[in-house]
């Protein structure tokens, strides 16, 4: 169905190449998963099935790529539309209707599609992705985990030979995700339809994958059964690492494998002391907090307080009012009733110069706050805003992201070197209180080891507050001391992290899963628990 032939791949701005004399096939009814470290051609790869690079990118383009017998070299992307169908890292980039159901509509429309086999189409998807009740909403009002299934569903609605994926479930809530896999996965058995997934969260997705692509970033790439790659890939997910740490013959792909190998640690381990946190002053504070947008309740009575030292995380189901929580807190919305304040400082009065110094806010769309020409540029220009010392801001983002080129443009930048710029920027001016959604969009397991080893020593050194809404059950286990759960915009749960996670066999971590009934969240934790 695709095949890559001896394919070289060199962006004009690019001192290296990106891919390499790549040769491969990926046969009709295959699920092929793409991995490598943030910034090192994955997208690119994908963007070669359909064309996009290099006719809408530029570069030079060595070798040839066809899809279906059709070489992308010779034909528009616009002309692989009926062939190829394709989610980009950030589906809002890709929209153009305000509706859902219209959005779904769209593509088939510019096909000339007849209009009852659009109707039955567009019913079909809005019943497999569960987006039935979002078809009147305008798209604008959509969290991003419902913004991410839209634009999946844009693209099956076409019923594509090859379905190309860019991270497709990292808005994703686990359970909104082992759905969305799911079906994916019942579509290349039951259709045989070829999808290629470019993804970080190799949690979710290595249970589904035929083979893995590994692009090294040095423009090699191997091809291979996805137990040959991570028998010895840095970049794995975290029960390959416990196999790996606790000498298993097996590298084991899925929880029940590695279950049955680790029979006997669980019962010989010991449980592991945790140590008390002491808090600090109270710096998040909100009481009886409602929000509402036109008749629809995002938020009800919210009331919590968080403290200095503390890193909270706010889970939920996609929809649950996450973001509207954390954009409420810094000022940009204005509850409906109650209170909240920051520092002692109520919400809406948090403004200019006094906002920059008492809060960090990164937003699901980092790029919000970029607007310089180049990487360099926007770190100068925080430097010089936050009254750091000059290159501080460009230092610290080489340690979360050492490959970044200083002269590209912010927009040229992949979705996980954009948020590490933006973490850089706002982490450099040393606020009282951080607050980040969805942190690890785009980041690979090194970046946020990395990203989880810099907010830890933000709120040590400095004693500030972190607060993060995430899906990343992952990060939640390595990184929070505790979880707010919200539903249907309500507080459900409150508590230490470990009683949160192990209560829910859906936000769950791997690890947890593996060792239940014993109280273990990550690795480490088990590694202790057989030391001791």
Avoid at 13 to 35: C, H, N, P, R, Y
Avoid at 323 to 347: A, D, R
Wanted: net charge negative.
């Amino acid at each position: 169905m695709i095949n890559f032939s001896r394919v070289s791949l060199v962006y004009p701005t690019s001192t290296k190449t990106i891919l390499e004399d790549l040769s491969f096939e990926i046969a009709e009814g295959e699920m092929v998963l793409v991995i490598g470290s943030t910034g090192t051609g994955k997208s690119s790869l994908l963007r070669l099935i359909n064309g996009l690079v290099p006719h809408h990118t530029g570069g030079i383009l060595a070798g040839d790529i066809s899809v279906d017998g059709i070489s992308t070299q010779l034909v528009r992307p616009g002309e692989l539309a009926h062939l190829v169908g394709i989610v980009g890292q950030n589906p809002a980039q890709g929209f153009v209707t305000d509706i859902v159901e219209e959005e779904l509509a769209f593509g088939m429309e510019a096909l000339n599609i007849a209009p009852d086999v659009m109707r039955k189409r567009v019913e079909e998807i809005l019943d497999l992705l569960a987006l039935a009740h979002l078809r009147n909403r305008a798209i604008s009002t959509l969290s991003g985990g419902e913004q991410q299934r839209v634009a999946i569903g844009s693209a099956l609605v076409m019923n594509p030979k090859v379905l190309v994926l860019d991270e497709p479930t990292s808005a994703l809530d686990p359970i909104a995700a082992e759905e969305v896999l799911s079906i994916l996965h019942r579509l290349v058995h039951d259709l045989s339809l070829t999808v290629v997934i470019a993804e970080h969260r190799l949690e979710r997705v290595i249970g589904f994958a035929d083979r893995i692509i590994h692009i090294a970033g040095d423009g090699s790439a191997e091809i291979n059964l996805p137990e040959a790659i991570l028998k010895r890939s840095d970049i794995a997910p975290p029960i390959v690492h416990l196999a790996r740490a606790l000498g298993l013959s097996d590298v084991g792909l899925s929880v029940r494998d590695v279950r049955r190998m680790t029979e006997k640690i669980r019962v010989s381990g010991k449980d592991i002391q945790r140590e008390a946190q002491q808090l600090g002053e109270m710096t998040i504070s909100t009481k009886n907090l409602s929000l509402t947008y036109g008749e629809k309740k995002a938020l009800s009575d919210v009331t919590t307080q968080i403290y200095s030292g503390e890193i909270v995380a706010l889970m939920g189901r996609n929809g649950a009012g996450k973001s509207s929580l954390l954009t409420t807190l810094v000022g940009i919305n204005k509850l409906s009733s109650g209170s909240s304040e920051i520092c002692g400082i109520k919400s809406l009065d948090l403004k200019g110069q006094i906002r920059r110094e008492t809060v960090g806010f990164i937003p699901q769309e980092p790029s919000d706050l970029l607007y310089g020409q180049s990487v360099f540029s926007e770190c100068q220009q925080a430097d010089k805003d936050n009254q750091s010392i000059a290159g501080s801001t460009f230092a610290l983002l080489k340690r979360i992201v050492p490959s970044i080129n200083p002269e590209t443009h912010p927009r040229d930048l992949s979705e996980g070197q954009r948020l590490a710029l933006a973490l850089a920027i706002v982490i450099s001016a040393q606020p009282k209180v951080l607050i980040l959604d969805e942190p690890t969009r785009g980041l690979d397991y090194q970046s946020k080891a990395l990203l989880i080893s810099l907010l830890k020593n933000f709120a040590k050194e400095l004693n500030c507050s972190v607060l993060i809404a995430t899906h990343d059950v992952e990060l939640v286990a390595e990184l929070c001391d505790r979880v707010i759960f919200l539903a249907e915009g309500e507080v459900v749960a409150d508590g230490p992290t470990l009683d949160i996670l192990l209560s829910s066999p859906a936000f769950a971590p791997q690890v947890a899963k593996v060792m239940s009934p014993r109280p273990w969240l990550t690795v480490s934790d088990v590694l202790r628990a057989v030391a001791e």
